[in-house]
């Protein structure tokens, strides 16, 4: 018996409960260039990606749909989403048809849709990267015929669903391709100069020499603008892939366009007007019409001012700065005085006119790099397209370098 003055103990519920709303997180991949992991990992965390991990070229992650959006979206360093949907081990085309034939392609579109398949094959095992992406293309097609529906066709250029292959020894990944058209194209680069730099490549130098726009920017050779117009977009945190037409997530099943909207106009509500200036300049005419046309396209004419002039003759146009330049590479560009004194040109013009700034330089020629005759503070190995490259970095001051360091 229990004292009736005693503290009754509270009755105990084993009911569960109730669930709160969960997010139902997805795995996706974000490819990237060799090199640029480190980048993409940052940028994926400030969207509040779960679970994250780098990979090569590629960084694996967790989100929602909404997430999802805003990678596409906001990604700089990426050039495509992926979302995995089946893991396999395969060692032959036709086990690989075979396997492809059971995957359910009826749910995840329809037979009116256009498809493509894009592939990178690793593998001693399948020799032949077409035929091996030929069969999986089989494999689809007579599956939509099994299940009584119409073939669905393919289209190289403008499929509504695109779908990639990643084969590495004897392991299969089939995935998604949320983005569709690469995310380095942008959309404003409507003219294109003899030697490119890809948008995302720009954009991971740009994280890589940490640029916030802290500084005033210049490009001394910018071509046809793409450093230029990367910097003035990460400065005003405006999204790079914000006035894109379209992405394939858009014609997939769950597709949200109201969720996308939500995600697009949040976007625009982050905007940050320019505190510093954005110089874009070249010798050449030619150049200076190309990056007229492609910062116009990239509507940020009022933040970038573009000037035709040589770098060797020219002053700085402010006292400091932040400097990003591509130099020519003689594998590309080929300079009329040789490419070792052409660099031996852009170091004395470093030392004796931009005393105060920061000067990042991209170059293939490393050997020639050391013409410069500047110790730099940063040497990071970087690929540009199929070129080996090295990013170096210099803080350009008067007297010795140790005399500044010991001044610190």
Not at 57 to 71: H, I, N, Q, T
Not at 174 to 191: M, T
Not at 336 to 344: N, V
Request: hydrophobic share 40%.
């Amino acid at each position: 018996m229990t004292d009736q003055n005693s503290p009754r103990r509270k009755k105990i519920s084993f009911r569960k409960k109730p669930k709160q709303e969960q997010r139902r997180d997805t795995k996706y991949v974000a490819t990237c260039f060799k090199n640029t992991e480190e980048e993409l990992v940052a940028e994926l965390k400030k969207l509040g990606a779960a679970a994250i991990q780098s990979r090569n070229r590629a960084v694996s992650f967790y989100g929602d749909k909404e997430l999802l959006y805003k990678a596409n979206i906001w990604l700089r360093t990426a050039l495509r989403v992926l979302k995995p949907i089946h893991n396999f081990n395969s060692e032959d085309a036709e086990d690989l048809y075979n396997r492809c034939k059971k995957i359910a392609w009826e749910k995840l579109f329809k037979p009116q849709q256009t498809f493509a398949i894009d592939y990178a094959v690793y593998s001693d095992h399948f020799k032949h990267d077409q035929y091996t992406a030929l069969k999986m293309k089989d494999a689809i097609v007579d599956r939509f015929r099994v299940a009584g529906l119409n073939r669905p066709k393919v289209d190289r250029k403008n499929a509504e669903v695109k779908i990639h292959l990643h084969i590495d020894r004897n392991r299969v990944t089939i995935s998604l391709d949320s983005s569709g058209a690469p995310l380095f194209k942008r959309g404003y680069r409507e003219e294109q100069h003899r030697a490119p730099m890809n948008e995302c490549l720009a954009a991971a130098l740009l994280m890589k020499a940490g640029w916030k726009g802290q500084l005033d920017f210049l490009d001394p050779m910018c071509g046809s603008g793409t450093l230029a117009i990367e910097a003035a977009l990460m400065a005003a945190n405006i999204p790079p892939n914000l006035n894109r037409v379209s992405f394939a997530f858009e014609h997939w099943e769950d597709y949200d366009a109201s969720l996308l909207s939500k995600v697009l106009g949040e976007a625009k509500l982050g905007f940050t007007p320019l505190k510093v200036n954005v110089w874009a300049k070249d010798r050449e005419m030619r150049s200076i019409r190309m990056c007229r046309v492609n910062v116009t396209a990239a509507n940020m004419r009022k933040s970038i001012q573009i000037e035709q002039g040589d770098f060797f003759d020219a002053k700085p146009p402010v006292e400091k700065g932040f400097m990003i330049m591509n130099p020519p590479y003689d594998q590309r560009l080929k300079t009329t005085e040789g490419i070792e004194a052409f660099y031996q040109k852009v170091g004395t013009q470093l030392k004796h006119h931009y005393i105060g700034w920061q000067a990042w330089i991209i170059s293939a020629e490393i050997d020639a790099l050391k013409q410069i005759g500047l110790k730099p503070k940063k040497k990071i190995p970087l690929m540009n397209g199929k070129l080996a490259c090295e990013l170096r970095g210099y803080e350009l001051f008067s007297g010795k370098r140790k005399d500044k360091l010991a001044s610190v």
